[in-house]
C-alpha cells in the first residue's frame, strides 16, 4: 500500500521549474520500473523543503490515496523533526503558532514569515533534546505543513537553524555539512 523513501538534502522532493533538475519522485519512479513491469505508480502525500533530509512516503496504487489523505488530515500520521537551532531555548518545550505567509524575495527563493492578516495557520510543537555551548538539539512536531514552517517559527523566536542563511543563521564554523540541520 505505501512504500518510503529516505530523502537527502539537497535533493527536491518533486519536479521543479528546472526540468532537467533531479527530485525524490522521478527517482523514485525510475528505481521501481528497473523491478517491475509496467510503469510504477506512486501517489505523494507530503513534501520536505530540497535542503531538508528525511523520509517521505508514497502510495504505491490510487485506491490507498484517499485513506492515506485522510491519515494526514486527522493527524493520525505524526510528522516528527530533529533540528539544531542556535543557542539556549529559554523552555524546554513549548508550542509556537502564527499565520505564515510570503515576506520576500532572496533571489528565486521566496522568504515566509508570520502575518497579521491574509496568512495561513502553522503550529509547531518542540522539545528539547539537549544543548551545548553554542545550540540545542531540538525535536519539532507539527500539526500544519506551511512551506518553511520549523524555518520561520524557530527563527522569528530568536534561534534558527544551525546553516539556514534565508532565515538568519550565520555561516557557522561548526556546520561542517554545507547545509542546514533540520
Not at 525524490?24 to 517491475?36: T, V, Y
Request: charged residues 25%.
Amino acid at each position: 500500500a505505501i512504500i518510503c523513501f529516505d530523502k537527502p538534502a539537497g535533493l527536491p522532493t518533486q519536479p521543479t521549474l528546472d526540468e532537467t533538475r533531479a527530485n525524490l519522485h522521478e527517482l523514485a519512479k525510475e528505481q521501481l520500473n528497473k523491478q517491475e513491469k509496467k510503469p510504477p505508480y506512486l501517489g505523494m502525500h507530503h513534501r520536505l523543503d530540497r535542503d531538508t533530509s528525511g523520509v517521505i512516503l508514497f502510495t504505491r496504487a490510487e485506491r490507498y490515496n484517499k485513506f492515506i489523505a485522510e491519515q494526514f488530515r486527522s493527524h493520525k500520521c505524526v510528522k516528527v523533526y530533529v533540528a539544531v537551532v542556535h543557542g539556549h531555548l529559554k523552555e524546554s518545550k513549548g508550542r509556537l503558532e502564527s499565520f505564515l505567509a510570503p515576506v520576500a524575495k532572496k533571489g528565486k527563493q521566496s522568504q515566509f514569515g508570520s502575518v497579521k492578516s491574509g496568512g495561513k495557520k502553522a503550529i509547531t510543537d518542540f522539545l528539547v533534546l539537549a544543548q551545548n555551548a553554542q545550540c540545542s538539539l531540538v525535536e519539532i512536531r507539527i500539526t500544519t505543513g506551511r512551506t518553511h514552517q520549523i524555518r520561520v517559527h524557530f527563527s522569528e523566536m530568536g534561534h534558527p537553524i544551525v546553516g539556514d542563511t534565508l532565515y538568519g543563521s550565520p555561516v557557522a564554523q561548526y556546520n561542517k555539512l554545507g547545509r542546514f540541520l533540520l
